[in-house]
């Protein structure tokens, strides 16, 4: 059982980084505690976005959008779920300068975005109370697409180029090997590998520990909300995916009159192995957080929802590099990774062919030990890149 590459991890980063390696002709297998997408990718609110601060960030995520729309020919017949409904991004005051900058960065990059003053907001938003809304961002080619659909047909779509993806085995033991690393399960078989990728999201940092790997990661728990219109207030739906940061949410439209609402900023500590699921109050905080600007939103009620985890780097950025002879890591990247994933992916099989963008060393996890932080979003929304 001996591979050229072995994840571990089979969420998004994990099935990307396999595709782009199978369809190389490179030989992996793929290792996952659960079914594929069965851990917080499958509970991802699934924006797709490219309005990053940092400019690779911005492109990678153009990339990957790109490939969601165009996922069925790019993974032979396999479907994402994507939903170009535009986003716009509200910022208060003391981000006009930054939103200028951005846009027009995003602009640079070929990432249709257009800076929209608060005097032209309202024709823009119709039926939104904008008080403290100084500037906005239209950024055209946003959406929202299916993570648990996306992940999945990416493993399929690696399968298809000669991938092993083995859900539902437990890694219990890292090791690094002189020619590689081994890979234990929990039905005690070894495989081993040429080199090692751990993308395993919350459980990272755990798995990577015992090799005198220590990343400083931490588990955040966060809850999404599903709110329902009153059907009476069809016209009053806002049809594009909205981050208020002042407000400091955002929501995502779902088909027929729902639609998603989850927060932007930090959240509670979390244990990977125990993660309660939404409390009533959390749902109904979020739901009237998103309801402050809309009187439809106002009289839609709450549905569901659920929590999920995030695995959160100091700067909120993604850990992407090498940290063993033949060892690496792909983390960090919860809460603004899905869309980044399936271009991410190719920048990370890559890595582990030896041939990397230089812009990926920025992302190593060695940049903590320098205190090189790198800087990432508005004020506390850091998740916004």
Request: hydrophobic share 45%.
């Amino acid at each position: 059982m001996t591979y050229d590459i072995a994840i571990v991890g089979a969420g998004v980063h994990g099935a990307a980084a396999a595709f782009h390696l199978a369809r190389r002709g490179v030989s992996v297998a793929v290792f996952d505690r659960g079914p594929v997408s069965g851990g917080p990718t499958g509970r991802s609110g699934g924006i797709c976005r490219a309005y990053y601060t940092d400019p690779f960030l911005a492109e990678t995520a153009r990339d990957g959008i790109a490939f969601l729309a165009g996922f069925e020919e790019r993974t032979g017949g396999h479907q994402s779920g994507f939903r170009r409904t535009g986003a716009f991004y509200l910022h208060g005051p003391g981000d006009v300068d930054a939103a200028a900058d951005t846009a027009a960065r995003l602009a640079g990059l070929g990432v249709r975005s257009e800076l929209v003053g608060a005097g032209a907001l309202p024709a823009r938003l119709p039926g939104l109370d904008l008080d403290g809304v100084a500037v906005a961002v239209w950024e055209a080619d946003a959406g929202y697409a299916d993570p648990y659909a996306a992940t999945v047909g990416l493993a399929a779509a690696a399968r298809r180029h000669g991938a092993v993806v083995h859900p539902h085995r437990p890694v219990v033991a890292l090791a690094e090997e002189s020619r590689g690393a081994a890979v234990t399960t929990s039905d005690g078989e070894v495989h081993r590998a040429g080199r090692l990728l751990v993308a395993a999201g919350p459980w990272t940092a755990a798995l990577l520990r015992p090799l005198g790997v220590d990343l400083p990661l931490t588990v955040e728990r966060h809850v999404v909300a599903v709110s329902e219109h009153d059907p009476a207030d069809a016209g009053g739906l806002v049809p594009h995916v909205l981050i208020d940061l002042p407000g400091g949410y955002y929501t995502t439209p779902q088909p027929r009159t729902q639609y998603l609402t989850g927060g932007v900023v930090p959240a509670s500590a979390a244990d990977p192995d125990d993660v309660p699921g939404p409390r009533s109050e959390e749902l109904e905080a979020l739901a009237a957080a998103s309801a402050v600007r809309s009187a439809a939103r106002r009289r839609a009620r709450v549905t569901g929802g659920w929590a999920s985890l995030y695995d959160v780097s100091p700067d909120w950025q993604p850990v992407t590099g090498q940290v063993g002879e033949h060892v690496y890591v792909d983390a960090g990247t919860s809460g603004h990774g899905f869309k980044l994933a399936p271009a991410w992916g190719d920048h990370v099989a890559r890595l582990l062919l030896g041939d990397p963008d230089p812009r990926l060393a920025a992302f190593g996890p060695g940049r903590f030990a320098t205190g090189g932080k790198l800087a990432a979003g508005f004020g506390t929304a850091r998740i916004l890149g």
